[in-house]
T-cell receptor, first 111, second 113 residues
Framework: DGGITQSPKYLFRKEGQNVTLSCEQNLNHDAMYWYRQDPGQGLRLIYYSQIVNDFQKGDIAEGYSVSREKKESFPLTVTSAQKNPTAFYLC??????????FGPGTRLTVT | SQKIEQNSEALNIQEGKTATLTCNYTNYSPAYLQWYRQDPGRGPVFLLLIRENEKEKRKERLKVTFDTTLKQSLFHITASQPADSATYLCALDISGGSYIPTFGRGTSLIVHP
């Protein structure tokens, strides 16, 4: 089945630790995105990539980093510099000018 | 600055009625607008896309309208069912060519049996 996967579903970390969230897609999409969602809030764009080995900052990139070494993979690292990392993180992919396909999300809790 | 407004209050309706959700935007002329459904704890699921030159789009019990003069989209679910209860998000292309959608906060729909 084609789709987009994120792992793990739940992630717990201590403050000050970096953590990497996985995102993989087998839809052959060029574009991939990372969003953050807080309770009662919309999706806010962290980073996006429209082609392998290239990515751009979104609206709230501070404290996050990404890589796009393969078309299928777009991992997100939440660094210790992110002040409020506890949130629901969503990865998505799309073809150009088309709907986005979202993964199931990773709920990150930092204490 | 670009602003997308969706009613933050939940919409409560009775089963069988038509639900109407609103998406208003300012300061931009998007080439298209999308609607997504999101269930609690899950990723959004795409429902419909409507382009700026289209007035209306339908898919089964769903209908979307797009008024570029009013800068508003209406999303209708006819013959609503309790299973339609979810949060509905609108998203606009504000990137001027390379598709980077901006999402509204969503409106929660609750359909009572």
């Amino acid at each position: 089945d084609g789709g987009i996967t994120q792992s793990p579903k739940y992630l717990f970390r201590k403050e000050g630790q970096n953590v990497t969230l996985s995102c993989e897609q087998n839809l052959n999409h060029d574009a991939m995105y990372w969003y953050r969602q807080d309770p009662g809030q919309g999706l806010r764009l962290i980073y996006y990539s429209q082609i392998v080995n290239d990515f751009q900052k979104g609206d709230i990139a501070e404290g996050y980093s990404v890589s796009r070494e393969k078309k299928e993979s777009f991992p997100l690292t939440v660094t210790s510099a992110q002040k409020n990392p506890t949130a629901f993180y969503l990865c998505a992919s799309s073809t150009e000018m088309d709907e986005q396909y979202f993964g199931p999300g990773t709920r990150l809790t930092v204490t | 600055s670009q602003k997308i407004e969706q009613n933050s209050e939940a919409l409560n309706i009775q089963e069988g009625k038509t639900a109407t959700l609103t998406c208003n935007y300012t300061n931009y002329s998007p080439a298209y607008l999308q609607w997504y459904r999101q269930d609690p704890g899950r990723g959004p699921v795409f429902l419909l896309l409507i382009r700026e030159n289209e007035k209306e789009k339908r898919k089964e019990r769903l209908k979307v309208t797009f008024d570029t003069t009013l800068k508003q989209s209406l999303f209708h679910i006819t013959a609503s069912q309790p299973a339609d209860s979810a949060t509905y998000l609108c998203a606009l292309d504000i990137s001027g060519g390379s598709y980077i959608p901006t999402f509204g906060r969503g409106t929660s729909l609750i359909v009572h049996p």
